[in-house]
């Protein structure tokens, strides 16, 4: 194959900004992963909350798009979504799934792969509320993932939905809509070099404690 796109493929950027070593990281890669997305967040890079979800089908087709984390605990990393779109229907089908956050402006990157759970009702209703009416009422709106015939049709079922709950913030959480948390066995830590020479640090589950190794650019 020869390469049509020359300009395209001369993109290319060095990375100096930093290093990481097996001897600096964490113990706990839940604890490293925080110390990583304060500093994205201290760093102002844009949106450091935003990753690709990448799932795969009970058909053993793979998918990705962006999602946003909302919370970091102990057992894992939790985000919400349409429990009947694309990534919740193959999420049901397999729950296995990878986490991909790339922060350009530190040269980093974090690779997670885990095991998919539900997070509580509760929780699930405590985050619903605090999101914006806006939000809410998108999410009753909307059949995220199946075909519509136009965008009027999402149009007007918002309208409706603004006519029913004008000046009333009670809206309930859809049943279909709420949170699940990626139990993590696995992480990778990229930090870039020079060279494409990067640093690429590993944490793999085993039984119940982390091995930390170092693999190859």
Do not use: C
């Amino acid at each position: 194959m020869s390469i049509q796109h020359k300009d395209i493929a001369a993109i290319r950027q060095d990375y100096v900004l930093g290093s990481l070593s097996e001897s600096d990281v964490d113990r706990d890669p839940v604890h490293q992963f925080k110390k990583w997305f304060d500093a994205a967040i201290h760093s102002e890079v844009n949106e450091p909350n935003a990753m690709v979800l990448s799932t795969v089908s009970s058909h053993h087709l793979p998918s990705s798009r962006v999602v946003l984390l909302k919370d970091i605990v102990a057992e894992g990393l939790v985000f919400f979504t349409n429990y009947e779109s694309r990534k919740g229907e193959d999420m049901k089908a397999n729950p296995h799934a990878a986490l991909l956050f790339f922060w350009p402006e530190l040269q980093r990157q974090v690779r997670i792969e885990g095991v998919i759970d539900f997070v509580s009702e509760a929780d699930s209703d405590e985050y619903f509320q605090s999101r914006p009416k806006g939000s809410r009422i998108g999410a009753l709106a909307s059949p995220q993932s199946h075909e519509i015939p136009d965008r009027s049709f999402l149009e007007n079922r918002v309208e409706q939905l603004e006519h029913q709950y004008t000046g009333s913030d009670a809206i309930p959480r859809p049943s279909h809509w709420g949170g699940y948390l990626l139990k993590p066995i696995y992480f990778e830590f990229w930090q870039g070099r020079a060279s494409r020479l990067h640093d690429r640090i590993v944490y793999k589950k085993v039984s119940d404690s982390w091995k930390i190794t170092r693999i190859a650019p």
